[in-house]
């Protein structure tokens, strides 16, 4: 595909996605979600919808790559169990994208923003997410590792949206993390996930590199900001953000999902 080597942004297009790019930096980097920023910019920019999403995951990538060296450099990463976790991830993402070919993804988008509304609530309600303490582990981090990585590793190959927040809950819930906790600790295994997914679209050739890496200089500085909020700050700004992030995707997900049916059947398509 040649639609992103046809697509030449302008100057103040660039300005406008790299200052999109730092703003999703910096709430990645506590506690995902950038996404909901960069994605709809580079669509409004006027970049083909295919080459956004690759784009979006090359900046994606340098941003998450960002805040797990600071994290790791500040000696705030768990290691126990990591490596595995990503490898699981990995093969978890390539086998998900693999799978987007042989299976239609519409059961997912109509079960999405259900599982959205639950992650929300949680979030809310939840005493877990309010410890400051991390509490005792419901499984193993091996079995947690492997069997998380693999499940939602294919997830993100395969259909992508709250990938993060999904990461953070299944932290908080099976091993006992803090908000804080399970915020980094997601960072280099969702990184895994877009890697491998970047990988393929870069063999589609959906990929605009100058956006890219211009956004990706955003991310960087961004991402090194949101960290050290989260390394100074911890559970009490974490949660407070996760929750405002995970609600706007939830709204934007029934939204979605609602006008779809109505748009169709008002246009008669």
């Known amino acids: 595909m ?29 506690a995902g979600g950038g996404g909901l920023i960069t994605v709809p910019s580079l669509l409004l920019a006027g970049v083909p919808p295919l080459t956004a999403l ?32 990503m490898i699981a991830t990995a093969i978890g993402a390539t086998a998900g994208s693999f799978a987007v070919s042989l299976f239609p993804a519409d059961i997912l988008r109509a079960l999405l923003p259900i599982l959205m509304v639950a992650i929300t609530v949680y979030s809310i309600l939840s005493k877990r997410l309010k410890n400051v303490v991390a509490q005792q582990a419901k499984v193993s981090s091996r079995t947690f590792m492997l069997s998380m990585g693999l499940i939602i590793g294919f997830y993100n190959g395969f259909f992508g949206p709250g990938t993060g927040a999904i990461w953070m809950i299944a932290f908080a819930i099976l091993l006992g993390y803090t908000i804080k ?19 393929f679209f870069i063999s589609i050739s959906s990929v605009n590199y100058q956006i890219g890496l211009v956004m990706g200089v955003a ?9 050290k909020v989260v390394i100074r700050n911890g559970d009490r700004v974490v949660r407070p953000i996760f ?6 995707m939830t709204v934007k997900l029934i939204y979605e999902t609602g006008t779809g049916p109505v748009l169709a059947f008002v246009t008669g398509h």
């Not at 906790?181 to 990988?199: E, H, R």
């Not at 991310?219 to 960290?227: A, C, P, R, T």
């Not at 929750?243 to 706007?248: A, H, N, P, R, S």
């Open 181 to 199: 906790q399970a915020s980094i600790a997601t960072k280099p295994l969702n990184l895994m996930g877009n890697l491998v997914s970047l990988i």
């Open 2 to 30: 040649l639609e992103s080597l046809a697509f030449v942004p302008s100057d103040s297009v660039l300005i406008m996605l790299f200052c999109a790019a730092f703003i999703a930096g910096i709430v990645d980097a506590i």
């Open 243 to 248: 929750i405002t992030v995970t609600l706007l």
């Open 54 to 85: 690759g784009t979006n995951r090359l900046q994606a990538v340098i941003g998450e790559l960002t805040s797990f060296v600071t994290y790791l450099w500040h000696r705030e990463v768990n290691l126990t169990g990591l490596l595995l976790g």
């Open 219 to 227: 991310q960087v500085l961004g991402s090194v900001l949101g960290s």
